[in-house]
C-alpha cells in the first residue's frame, strides 16, 4: 500500500565508498524528485525527472548519478562519498503538470552516515 | 530566482496559546505555496494549499501578495502539533514543476 517507497533505510559507510538508494511509486505519478536534508533539516531539491527525463538538476556534484528505469523508479548513486554527503535522502513523486494538486508525495527518507 | 524565508527555527508554544508559523517568500511570478509538515519519525506530508483555502487540523494560511507572506496559524495549539513545518513554494517553468522549501520551523508545544 506504501506509495513512495524508498531502501534502505538507514546505511552507514565508509568515506570512498560507492552506494545506491532506491526509490519506488505506485502512485502513477510522472514525476519524481530527490531532495537532501541535512543536519540542520534544511530541504533542498537535488534532482527532478518527468516520465524517465531529467529536467532539474541543482548543482550537485558530479559524484551523484540519479537514474530512472522506468517512470515508477528513481534511483540515486553516490560515488566516492564524503563526510558532507551525510543526511537524509527523501524522495518524492507528484502528478504531471495540470493533472494534479501540485502536492508532492514523499517517501520514508533513507539516513546516510559516512564514516 | 525563487525563495522562502521561515525567520524562526524553533518556535514554542504552551497547549492552548495561538500558534502562528511565519513564511515569507520572493517570486516575481505567481506563485503557488504549501505548508508540508513532519512529524516525529514520519515522512513529509502536505498540511495544505493556499489555492484550496481550506482548514486542516485547525491550521489556515491565507497567502498575503502585498507582504509576500504565507503565515500559517492556529487558534490554539494541541501537543499533536508538536513537529517540524516547511512552508514551499511552486512554480511552472518549462512545463514542468519545481518546489522550493523553506528551512523549516519546528513548534513545540509544550503540555
Known amino acids: 500500500d506504501t506509495a513512495v517507497s524508498q531502501t534502505p533505510k538507514y546505511l552507514v559507510t565508509q568515506m570512498g565508498n560507492d552506494k545506491s538508494i532506491k526509490c519506488e511509486q505506485n502512485?502513477?505519478?510522472?514525476?519524481m524528485y530527490w531532495y537532501k536534508q541535512d543536519s540542520k533539516k534544511f530541504l533542498k531539491i537535488m534532482f527532478s525527472y518527468n516520465n524517465k527525463e531529467l529536467i532539474i538538476n541543482e548543482t550537485v556534484p558530479n559524484r551523484f548519478s540519479p537514474k530512472s528505469p522506468d517512470k515508477a523508479h528513481l534511483n540515486l548513486h553516490i560515488n566516492s562519498l564524503e563526510l558532507g554527503d551525510s543526511a537524509v535522502y527523501f524522495c518524492?513523486?507528484?502528478?504531471?503538470?495540470?493533472?494534479?494538486?501540485?502536492?508532492?508525495?514523499f517517501g520514508e527518507g533513507s539516513r546516510l552516515t559516512v564514516l | 530566482a525563487q525563495r522562502v524565508t521561515q525567520p524562526e527555527k524553533l518556535l514554542s508554544v504552551f497547549k492552548g496559546a495561538p500558534v502562528e508559523l511565519k513564511c515569507n517568500y520572493s517570486y516575481s511570478g505567481s506563485p503557488e505555496l504549501f505548508w508540508y509538515v513532519q512529524y516525529s519519525r514520519q515522512r513529509l506530508q502536505l498540511l495544505l494549499r493556499?489555492?484550496s483555502r481550506e482548514s486542516i487540523k485547525g491550521f489556515t494560511a491565507d497567502l498575503n501578495k502585498g507582504e509576500t507572506s504565507f503565515h500559517l496559524k492556529k487558534p490554539f495549539a494541541q501537543e499533536e502539533d508538536s513537529a517540524m513545518y516547511y512552508c514551499a513554494l511552486g512554480r511552472y517553468s518549462g512545463g514542468y514543476q519545481k518546489v522550493t522549501f523553506g528551512t523549516g520551523t519546528k513548534l513545540q508545544v509544550i503540555p
Open positions: 493556499h489555492i
Open positions: 502512485l502513477g505519478h510522472d514525476t
Open positions: 518524492a513523486s507528484s502528478q504531471a503538470l495540470g493533472q494534479g494538486t501540485g502536492e508532492l508525495f
